[in-house]
């Protein structure tokens, strides 16, 4: 009986933390859950060798020079979309102080995959322009340092006092 107890409990753990990924791009915004924005450190071996046979020195791509998207797994954030500007980037707002924000194409969660996940307190400049989703949410037009312009929801800001 102790055995059949402590593999349900495994499951139900395992099944639990399943589920919480699926979800989690979904709930992000509500939740605060705070995504990773970084790229995964790869190592490389110590051997000179691969595990194919092939040689590291030879110019082939090794594991640590992987693009992102191969190294650590996970899905691509759609294309982003940068302006050329040649003014002076002055940051209005900041993104929250407490937790990553995903920085969406449209006024909604359900505008699209996010263009970017921007860190805590992120320098973006208000673009004077503002939509009421369906949900009653507020969202402001902004536009990061880089160029990017999309939708953070009003919550997600904080005024730069200058």
């Known amino acids: 009986m102790g055995l059949t107890m402590a593999a349900t409990i495994a499951l139900c753990v395992f099944t639990s933390a399943w589920i919480f990924g699926q979800i989690e791009p979904y709930v992000a915004e509500i939740t605060g859950y705070e995504e990773a ?9 110590d051997s000179e060798t691969q595990d ?6 030879s110019g082939n791509q090794s594991a640590a ?10 899905p691509t954030l759609a294309a982003t979309q940068i302006t050329p500007t040649t003014e002076t980037f002055e940051a ?19 505008s699209g995959d996010p263009i970017d996940a921007l860190s805590p307190s992120t320098p973006i400049r208000f673009l004077d322009d503002e939509a009421i989703d369906e949900e009653g949410v507020i969202w402001l037009r902004m536009e990061t340092d880089a160029g990017q312009i999309g939708w953070l929801r009003e919550v997600d800001t904080e005024p730069i006092i200058q």
């Not at 194919?52 to 020195?57: H, K, L």
């Not at 020079?65 to 996970?74: K, L, R, V």
Request: aromatic content about 4%.
């Open 65 to 74: 020079q992987q693009t992102p998207e191969a190294a650590s797994g996970q």
């Open 37 to 45: 924005t970084g790229v995964p450190e790869v190592v490389a071996a």
């Open 52 to 57: 194919d046979g092939s040689d590291n020195a």
């Open 92 to 110: 209005t707002h900041r993104s929250n102080p407490n937790f990553t924000v995903n920085f969406r194409p449209g006024p909604s969660v359900s």
